[in-house]
């Protein structure tokens, strides 16, 4: 266990909201209302909590499709741009950070609709850029497969840089009021982008004034090759799965250098990685817990969701035996690849037979399961952020809102005795709760220069 | 003036929101926050002044660009799925009805936002459908002109077509919640639309159950002649902009006879006229707000306007002169057909001139203003209403918050006292408020039969 030595180096702590919670299992709990997931009291309710805690930010995961089946778990969402801006009325501090893909918007629209929230918001808003993996999604919207993985993430590429531009069209002074002389708005401060790239042809200028942020904050969390450049060039944010403490050191060390190599401060890009805690009063009550939750996964629709993942045949995934030899490579995978291979190695490092392999994600999907007291939670925690693995966490709970509960009104205050975290909001957006400068506008700035990642 | 004879016929009245009022000059005055376009909280206030007055509804009006010359009057907009969402939070029974483009979404995408919108309203979602007239706008989409007329009413018959069909994607009774058999919701009520045609080739199904109201409101407000039919085919709410009673009571009549051809009851879509009501507690007052707010339109920023919806180079327009000859017919436009059509007559009918014209438009855009005392507005309401020119009325008042205070303060309560309009909402959803019904799911019936408009 860490010392209570207080440390100056702020610990980030993301609420990660998920149905009735990120355990496949958890809305077949007595407690649980299955139609939770439709009902925005329930979020309303767990934004409070996190707010409570005094987190740094709310996230939503989303693809544009149905993602599970139907039987499973609750299958679908409420769109997170909108269920975000409804939290945004009923908290007044936390980040609200909403996923939208970039492979099936138009620059424009979305660029707007995050300039919506954050003005709604006060200041509040986040965008987890994703490219969106699947062919299931692709033919929502015309195409018959998904597009190549690099492909998805140069149109990702330009498809941001196109929304900064819009984000920054207008002047932050360009608004005046001059009710006397009859001008609202000093037209000579906004301005039209016209943007010409490979994917996008876009005029501007955006039709909203630059927001509290200026830009939302980016997020991100591929953790692929294409994935960590383009987090290293864009990302202010990154959620990452990471199985073990060598591994997450490995990738934060990796994609520090990345940012670094780009001529940005690594100060500036905080990482994240997943982790679902199982909190009881005792380990043995935390362990009944977990127990209690395998029990309920139903391993047919978890051994299809697998073979999916890992592109074979059902029928090749066996209960009781080890995954088969011959699986693709990441290289054959053109979908989430980074968490393909870190599902692949978590069995074969572990030896896990397929129902076991099953349980570990039932829980995360992939992402850390920890399971134990309220101080072995924060053992764990203050662990990979003092061993340069972690800038802070992405908070999942199995069980919502209980898991959130326990979380917030168990470990946060043992974070906060240590010294470890924020025992108030300062500041009011989302980049004060994570220590980062509000960009400067490119239009105030010589053409060509400071515009970060515009590739020259 | 109408007698007080109660009248079982439900009058409808909509507020339609914008800035600090619909007259381009009313951020000039004295009282007006010229940065209340962007300040949620201004809204708020407006949503809750409007239920107070148990109005059926809320509209927020949009295209996806600047549209306006920002000296000129607040230029840009919250996006209306955000600001609508923030509303609902704000409010329990009032119909939100948003703006949003088919010229420029994708049908899963705005599908799905209007499906979270209705769920996370409890049923309040309407959707103001709009082709999106202008090359500006088709500019930040990678077009270099906007889409023909006739392509784009083509393209948003479809998108409603696919719209609907994902929003019946799910039975009505598809989540069970089975939690002793594992089984949240049944797999086979929830299916794929696998929709190929012109424009959009979508497979679904949504990600989202169907929703309280079934598909939200469809609401249009297009009056050229692919405007009509496309009403006729979809519409059960239509805005239009008429300046007298003939043409008002001719175009009820065309639209109710086209939607009864279709084989509709024509009861089922609602014709609300806008009406710009500048009210003072006697006329002289009334007058003397609306020759004030004449006064602060800025001549030079009006002129340039006009030219550009008349297609003519500002020079052609002179101020203390009436319009040109030689302007193009409605066939030539591209554009906002009707709208065109509108300004014209009503210059040439009345002889106004440029400058005059810039007054009237100053006030409503070409929606007929009225001014007057509390007595006198009520009666013009009940005159069209009465005489076969509309279901209720677009209400858009010169100044916010002032002007809708006036019309729920002082008008409304005299058209409750007459028995036309309710005192209390009853039901919950905006069908409930428009007396109409929820759609059947089409998938639960038999296949090809009773999906309206779809054509065979």
Redesign the interface.
């Known amino acids: 266990m860490t010392t209570a030595t207080p440390n100056p180096r702020p610990l980030h702590l993301n609420a990660f909201l998920w149905d009735v919670g990120h355990h496949e299992?958890a809305?077949?709990?007595?407690d649980?209302d299955?139609?939770a997931v439709?009902d925005?009291e329930h979020f309303k309710n767990l934004a409070r909590i996190a707010e409570r805690g005094k987190l740094d930010s709310l996230f939503l995961a989303d693809?544009?499709?149905?993602?599970t089946?139907?039987?499973?778990?609750?299958?679908?969402?409420?769109?997170p741009?909108?269920?975000l801006?409804?939290l945004?009325?009923?908290t007044e501090h936390i980040g609200l950070i909403a996923t939208a893909s970039t492979s099936?918007?138009?620059p424009?629209?979305l660029a707007?609709?995050f300039?919506?929230?954050d003005?709604?918001s006060g200041g509040r808003a986040g965008w987890n850029i994703v490219t969106t993996a699947g062919a299931?999604a692709a033919?929502?919207?015309?195409l018959d497969d998904v597009p190549l993985h690099k492909e998805r993430y140069e149109r990702a590429d330009e498809f941001v840089e196109v929304a900064t531009k819009l984000w920054d069209s207008w002047a932050d002074d360009?608004?005046v009021?001059d009710?006397e002389n009859?001008?609202?708005?000093?037209?000579d401060?906004?301005r039209k982008i016209d943007h010409r790239g490979r994917f996008?042809?876009?005029?501007?200028?955006?039709?909203?004034?630059r927001t509290p942020q200026g830009w939302p904050l980016l997020v991100q969390a591929g953790s692929s090759e294409d994935g960590k450049a383009f987090a290293a060039r864009w990302a202010e944010a990154v959620f990452t799965a990471q199985q073990t403490l060598e591994e997450a050191q490995a990738f934060y060390t990796d994609l520090k250098a990345r940012t670094a190599a780009l001529g940005r401060d690594p100060e500036t890009i905080k990482i994240l990685p997943g982790i679902v805690p199982v909190i009881g009063d005792t380990e043995a009550e935390a362990r009944e817990l977990e127990e209690r939750l395998e029990r309920?996964i139903?391993p047919e629709?978890a051994r299809l969701q697998l073979a999916k993942t890992l592109r074979v045949h059902p029928d090749a995934l066996v209960l009781d035996e080890q995954l088969p030899a011959d699986l693709p490579t990441e290289d054959e995978i053109e979908g989430a690849k980074s968490r393909y291979t870190l599902v692949v190695e978590l069995a074969r490092r572990e030896r896990l037979t397929v129902r076991q392999l099953i349980a570990r994600l039932g829980g995360g999907r992939g992402h850390r399961t920890f399971t134990g007291t309220p101080v072995q939670v924060a053992d764990a925690i203050e662990e990979w952020f003092d061993h340069g693995a972690a800038d802070g966490f992405n908070i999942m709970p199995a069980v919502l809102p209980s898991g959130l509960e326990a979380f917030v009104d168990k470990v946060v205050p043992i974070l906060q005795e240590r010294g470890r975290f924020r025992t108030d909001y300062e500041g009011s957006t989302l980049r004060d709760r994570y220590g980062l400068p509000r960009p400067a506008n490119q239009f105030d700035l010589p053409r060509g220069d400071a515009v970060r990642g515009v590739s020259a």
């Open positions: 299992a809305w077949r709990l007595p649980a299955p139609a439709w925005v693809s544009p499709v149905l993602q089946d139907p039987g499973r778990r609750p299958p679908g969402k409420i769109e741009t909108v269920l801006t409804a945004a009325g009923a099936y918007n138009e424009f629209n707007r609709r300039a919506s929230l003005i709604v299931d033919r929502n919207f015309g360009a608004t009021g009710k009859g001008i609202h708005t000093l037209a401060k906004v996008f042809r876009v005029d501007g200028p955006l039709n909203s004034p309920l139903n629709y």
